[in-house]
């Protein structure tokens, strides 16, 4: 996972263009980033423990691989017993859907491409490097590929862009995912900030934060919507929501309690806003894009068996911590 994103530039903008690795980063050093947050013992204790986790998931790391490729041995070996006709009819059928597969890749990349020309901008801001520790900068990136995932699943996308993306950010993000061979992200970066890029249209940010009164009922099509590119494990409470307040920026958050019952936080993370944000303009309906998105396990209205089933699903996905 060493090799560069590719970037160009667009309109005096960085784009950048890649395909996500379809692999899980490892789980990095835990350390801060910053040289001025001190390392306590506890932090220290907590070091040497994720250093003892990680020799094991590298021994479990070989353990799989080596097991991947002896179950690819034996399908090799099962499949040159076949008779020629069963070989043939597998073979077409393979044809067929590499070729499907290369044409919805073409309509999601045309898709993309049109919503970074006139489609509504979907910001998020990467300015909280400083404030998180190198594990969480990683969960960050992660969350940005999941993020462009859900902008690419939509109907009608949001051009999504990546402000404020330097330093650690930008360096974790390069290593974490890669170029494929004829795969693109249709990604507006820039290193300057959310302000600077959209100094002309101040008046038109709106940042989307938990602790903001003014409630998000409709989608406006000349707004631009800003998220928090924030993981700190709830050390820094309201600060998405201080910062634009300081920036005079207006703020708005997504009406859960207007639709859902929650029994946990309605703190959420980065990939999920931007999903919900895809959901909303897909369907119109702050109901369905937040039922979508929300885990069951922090609602009341869901039923027990499929709070379960959500805890069983999502224990399957990368942590963050």
Not at 54 to 59: T, Y
Not at 181 to 195: I, N
Not at 218 to 245: C, M, P, Q, S, W
Request: with cysteine; charged share 40%; proline share 4%.
């Amino acid at each position: 996972m060493s090799e560069p994103t590719a970037e160009k530039e667009v309109d005096g903008q960085e784009s950048m263009e890649a395909v996500p690795k379809s692999d899980i980063p490892e789980e990095t050093d835990i350390t801060p980033t910053g040289s001025d947050i001190p390392v306590s013992k506890r932090r220290q204790r907590r070091q040497a423990k994720y250093e003892e986790r990680k020799a094991r998931k590298a021994e479990e790391k070989i353990k799989v691989k080596e097991e991947k490729k002896k179950r690819k041995e034996e399908a090799l070996k099962r499949f040159s017993e076949l008779p020629e006709e069963e070989k043939e009819r597998r073979a077409k059928i393979k044809r067929a859907k590499s070729d499907q597969n290369k044409l919805d890749k073409a309509n999601k990349k045309k898709k993309l491409m049109e919503a970074m020309e006139n489609g509504p901008r979907l910001v998020i801001d990467m300015g909280f490097a400083h404030l998180m520790y190198e594990k969480e900068v990683c969960s960050m990136c992660q969350q940005l590929g999941m993020s462009y995932a859900n902008i690419g699943k939509a109907e009608k996308p949001f051009h999504l862009l990546f402000t404020d993306f330097n330093g650690p950010v930008k360096e974790r993000f390069q290593k974490q995912w890669t170029v494929a061979e004829g795969g693109e992200w249709a990604v507006t970066t820039d290193s300057r900030s959310y302000l600077e890029f959209f100094e002309s249209e101040r008046e038109n940010i709106v940042y989307l934060t938990p602790d903001s009164q003014n409630i998000l009922e409709e989608l406006d099509e000349k707004a631009i919507y800003v998220i928090g590119g924030f993981v700190d494990r709830n050390r820094h409470k309201g600060f998405t929501f201080k910062k634009a307040k300081e920036n005079e920026i207006k703020t708005a958050a997504f009406p859960i309690d207007q639709h859902l019952s929650m029994k946990a936080s309605t703190v959420l993370t980065v990939d999920q806003c931007v999903a919900i944000m895809s959901h909303r303009r897909d369907t119109g309906s702050w109901e369905t894009a937040l039922e979508r998105v929300i885990p069951n396990r922090k609602r009341k209205d869901a039923g027990t068996e499929e709070a379960e089933k959500d805890t069983q699903e999502t224990s399957k996905k990368p942590k963050e911590s």
